[in-house]
T-cell receptor, first 108, second 113 residues
Framework: DAKTTQPNSMESNEEEPVHLPCNHS???????IHWYRQLPSQGPEYVIH???SNVNNRMASLAIAEDRKSSTLILHRATLRDAAVYYC?????????FGTGTRLTVIP | DAGVIQSPRHEVTEMGQEVTLRCKPI?????LFWYRQTMMRGLELLIY????????DSGMPEDRFSAKMPNASFSTLKIQPSEPRDSAVYFC???????????FGPGTRLLVL
């Protein structure tokens, strides 16, 4: 979805926090924000989602801007296994619009 | 739970041949999605079913593509005739009607020669 934009790539040192940004300026009031990640040769895997409030789970945290036009996925301590392509998406009633994804490289 | 199951995992065929991709969603999920992923275009939604009924097929590239869901536990995506530009990884995903979280299968890697 061209209206969901993410940086093409980011790097992080192992054990450091990572903040992956996403802009979804055309999000509607009922759209959820989902984050997925895709490891090599696998299908996308759910990471976290939210609507308005910040969210935490065992994998990551999601910070949602007050106007909901942007969000940030936070990996608190990057590990080598977190190296993947991270997709931000907005989910409407019947579908899911993926962004182009951010390739995260974790440096040992 | 076995997750979303797709078959075959890999398919190599010649241009003009018919290709059928299969998907078994997670039991209890009432929505099913077919996606195509290429380097050039990323992840594209092809078609979406809700309770076995096609809801949105606007992403289906052309008439050569068709999808069916005869029951809640099975769906097919057919390409006839196939062309080299159809080479891609095709993913199936399913979800319940709650939060919208989709669960993806491992994908079918299709190569049309």
């Amino acid at each position: 979805d061209a209206k969901t934009t993410q940086p093409n790539s980011m790097e992080s040192n192992e054990e450091e926090p990572v903040h992956l940004p996403c802009n979804h300026s055309t999000i509607s009031g009922t759209d959820y924000i989902h984050w997925y990640r895709q490891l090599p040769s696998q299908g996308p895997e759910y990471v976290i989602h939210g609507l308005t409030s910040n969210v935490n789970n065992r994998m990551a945290s999601l910070a949602i801007a007050e106007d909901r036009k942007s969000s940030t996925l936070i990996l608190h301590r990057a590990t080598l296994r977190d190296a993947a392509v991270y997709y931000c998406s907005r989910t409407g009633a019947n579908n899911l619009f993926f962004g182009t994804g951010t390739r995260l490289t974790v440096i040992p | 739970d076995a997750g979303v199951i797709q078959s075959p995992r890999h398919e190599v065929t010649e241009m003009g041949q018919e290709v059928t991709l299969r998907c078994k969603p997670i039991s209890g999920h009432n929505s099913l999605f077919w996606y195509r992923q290429t380097m050039m275009r990323g992840l594209e939604l092809l078609i979406y079913f809700n309770n076995n009924v096609p809801i949105d097929d606007s992403g289906m590239p052309e008439d050569r593509f068709s999808a069916k869901m005869p029951n809640a536990s099975f769906s097919t995506l057919k390409i006839q005739p196939s062309e080299p530009r159809d080479s891609a990884v095709y993913f199936c995903a399913s979800r319940t009607s709650g939060s919208g979280v989709q669960y993806f299968g491992p994908g079918t890697r299709l190569l049309v020669l």
